[in-house]
């Protein structure tokens, strides 16, 4: 079923404006209709305009660049493209989409990311490879040994921008874009445009055309989403209760920290659940591992940080559980974007804490929806750790010693006689000043030379 939310059903790739032998790998990749930001972006990326797009994830970005990316170059051209994203899993699965899109184009792209070794990477682009998928910091180490040219570059895109800025690529991308004399066609597409955004990119196009499909709210409607509450020593228990009751093909848990990543995936496998973890300090080649385990299917529970929101375009993932509330709504936005791509179902269950309710609020005043709750009647939260109900206990006697004092203090004052309130030369309330203000100007005053 192709849903209306997503797909603009009135068009084909055909009268996008794409040559033949693109349109070849639209076919060979069972493409029927464009997608709503595809149907808009292609067709202005295609006559050589600037263009800066926001849609929601999950709506195919990756190909709404990467087709008029295919269909402006020509077979021999050399680093006529430079896209750039944020993680390694990320510059990886472009890559993969770009070729395989690009597959009778007879144009070559490789990715280029830290993490490997350079001498291989090094090698490829010695083949003057016509498209560079890569990671801000070694496209410019490339770039100061001499092996990757600016000065080539026709167009310029740059995937998942805000989230580029969140985690401090902003001077790099000042670096690289800043060094491209000869202004190439430049496209910048994100799930969210905030006012950052649009004035970096504003400051590097020219004319540029802005593309929104986000229509009504932030996530798409196949998502099915809803919160439980839960106290955060029941968590893990919570967790392994839904994996173990619930008929999820594949399940992404996203923590906010490492260690939790750690924790939370060793806790699931001690008890039965088959589970990997996945974060930033964790060696390149077990990342890889567990990123083909996720694509090859052999993988059923994948807990990840934030990093991993980026790159994970994985058509079975059925279900995403935010471990921890995001402190920033938009990295909700990315996470649950995982699931329900290209059209399809998918589920959201996120873990509020009683203290967290400002930043469900947050979520949910973004994403422009509200979240129902969802309740486990047959969950049994477990008993209050003797730290916290003594931590509570004592809590709970401070604030009724705090309230009998103030009770005291309260009946010992005597109230002012009524012809003390009645005096018109009192002063406001009939409060007298009894010692002098905290701020004062100490005897000098600002002048209008001054």
Known sequence: MVSSETFDTSKTFADLGLPPSVLQGVDAAGFKHPTKIQAALIPVAMTGKDVLGQAKTGTGKTAAFSLPVLGLLKP???????VLVPTRELAIQVCR????LGGHTGLEAIPVYGGKPIRTQAKALEGNPAIIVGTPGRVMDMHARGMLPYDR???AILDEVDRMLDIGFRDDIRRILGAMKQHPQTIFVSATISPDIEKLARSYMRNPEKIVTTEKSLTVAAVDQSW????????????????QHEEAALTVVFCRMKKTVDQVADYLSKHGIDAHAMHGDMFQTKRDKVMDKLRGGSLKVLVASDLASRGLDVDDISHVINYDVPED?????HRIGRTARAGRGG??????????????SAVEMLANIEI????????????IPSDVASYREAEKRRREELASKRSRLSASASPPSAAKAADPNAFPGGIVPSAHPMKRLGGVVRTRRG
């Open 76 to 82: 021999g051209d050399q680093f006529a493209a430079l």
């Open 97 to 100: 989409e770009v070729k395989e």
């Open 153 to 155: 570059v026709k167009l």
């Open 228 to 243: 439980l509450s839960v106290e955060p020593w029941d968590k893990k228990r919570l967790l392994q209760h839904l994996l």
């Open 329 to 333: 709504p938009e990295v909700y936005i």
């Open 347 to 360: 589920v959201a269950w996120t873990f509020v804490q009683p203290d967290q309710g400002d930043l469900l």
């Open 372 to 383: 129902p709750q969802k309740v486990y009647p047959d969950f049994v939260p477990g008993p």
